[in-house]
């Protein structure tokens, strides 16, 4: 199947700082990419639809000054969680549709973000 | 409104079969989805169902589907050690937006 990279792994940082997490599609072009937030023993809670070439959608309830997302290349999407704070540790993980019959989207291997 | 449960805990025998149900509430979704997490890891897609089928089975996977009820199913024949995961259920629709709403997963346990 398709393959979706993500880059951090892990990352920890203090209070203040910004963090950015790269999401790209490795073989195949992706014009949209989703950010999903991922509470412990919780469900995938989408946070934003990622366009190429155009500005984010975010979901209700989520901040767009604080989750900045960047559409960059139909291979590369960026997520930057700017002036991080505690609540903000999380797991993200983004995913890509394949567009075909399906739109079956394949998901990244996951960052996770520790805020000191 | 969009709506998927599950069950949140499954523990099963090696060797025994399990099945995880999942209900969604949109009837208009257009295929239904099975991923699975391991630990520290990001989602793999299992297998999924387009909603005008009712079964599809792919090896020891199989996929039952009632969209009369809304119950989506996965059984897992002979469930070995390496199936203990979590699982989510999800629907979505078919299009360029494709946004996938995902119950809250089931973990499964399996023991010797």
């Known amino acids: 199947g398709a393959v979706v990279s993500q880059h951090p792994s892990r990352v920890i940082c203090k209070s203040g700082t910004s963090v950015k997490i790269e999401c790209r599609s490795l073989d195949f072009q992706a014009t949209t990419m989703f950010w999903y937030r991922q509470f412990p023993k919780k469900s995938l809670m989408l946070m934003a639809t990622?366009?190429?070439?155009?500005?984010?959608?975010?979901e209700q309830g989520v901040e767009k000054d604080k989750f900045l997302i960047n559409h960059a290349s139909l291979t590369l999407s960026t997520l930057t969680v700017t002036s991080a704070h505690p609540e903000d540790s999380s797991f993200y993980i983004c995913?890509?549709?394949?567009?075909?019959?399906?739109?079956?989207?394949?998901f990244g291997p996951g960052t996770r973000l520790t805020v000191l | 409104g969009e709506d998927v449960e599950q069950s949140l805990f499954l523990s099963v025998r090696e060797g025994d079969s399990s099945v995880i149900n999942c209900t969604y509430t949109?009837?208009?979704?257009?295929?239904l989805y099975w991923y699975k997490q391991e630990p520290g890891a990001g989602l793999q897609l299992l297998t999924y169902?387009?909603?005008?089928?009712d079964m599809k089975q792919d090896q020891r996977l199989t996929v039952l589907l009632n969209k009369k009820d809304k119950h989506l199913s996965l059984r897992i024949a002979d469930t070995q050690t390496g199936d203990s995961a979590i699982y989510f259920c999800?629907?979505?629709?078919?299009?360029?937006?494709?946004?996938?709403?995902f119950g809250a997963g089931t973990r499964l346990a399996v023991h010797p």
């Open positions: 169902i387009f909603s005008n089928m």
């Open positions: 990622s366009n190429e070439g155009s500005k984010a959608t975010y």
């Open positions: 999800a629907e979505g629709k078919r299009g360029g937006y494709n946004k996938l709403i």
């Open positions: 949109d009837s208009s979704s257009t295929y």
């Open positions: 995913s890509a549709p394949v567009q075909g019959s399906t739109d079956t989207q394949y």
